[in-house]
């Protein structure tokens, strides 16, 4: 199977950096999608970065150039490094992968969330 460690939330003061990773384990031929998304209270989840096989990462328009999507394809993890935080960022962040497993599934799979908050 495929499994999902996530780290790194925690409370910061608006304008302040957090980095996120999520490293993806188990029988794992290729990854095709690897990213985070983000709900905050009572909105819908939504996409902040993500991978997909390749090409160079995707942003939301609310963090572009704020926040940096980058992946260690040898340790099959993908990290968030987000700068100058405002309050608005404050979510739970899901990191979201979808893999080819070694037995030819096509599998999605979903992180169990890191709470980011970010307040004075």
């Known amino acids: 199977q495929v499994q999902l460690v996530e780290s790194g939330g925690g409370l910061v003061q608006p304008g302040g950096s957090l980095r996120l990773s999520c490293a993806t384990s188990?029988?794992?031929?290729?990854?095709?999608?690897m990213g985070w998304y983000r709900q905050a209270p009572g909105k819908e989840r939504e996409l902040v970065a993500s991978?997909?096989?390749?090409?160079?990462?995707n942003y939301a328009d609310s963090v572009k150039g704020r926040f940096t999507l980058s992946r260690d394809n040898a340790k099959n993890t993908v990290y968030l490094q987000m700068n100058s935080l405002k309050p608005e960022d404050t979510a739970v962040y899901y990191c979201?992968?979808?893999?080819?497993?070694?037995?030819?599934?096509?599998?999605?799979?979903w992180g169990q969330g890191t709470l980011v908050t970010v307040s004075s």
């Open positions: 188990g029988s794992i031929h290729s990854i095709n999608v």
């Open positions: 979201n992968v979808i893999v080819w497993t070694t037995d030819f599934r096509y599998l999605e799979r």
């Open positions: 991978f997909i096989s390749r090409d160079s990462p």
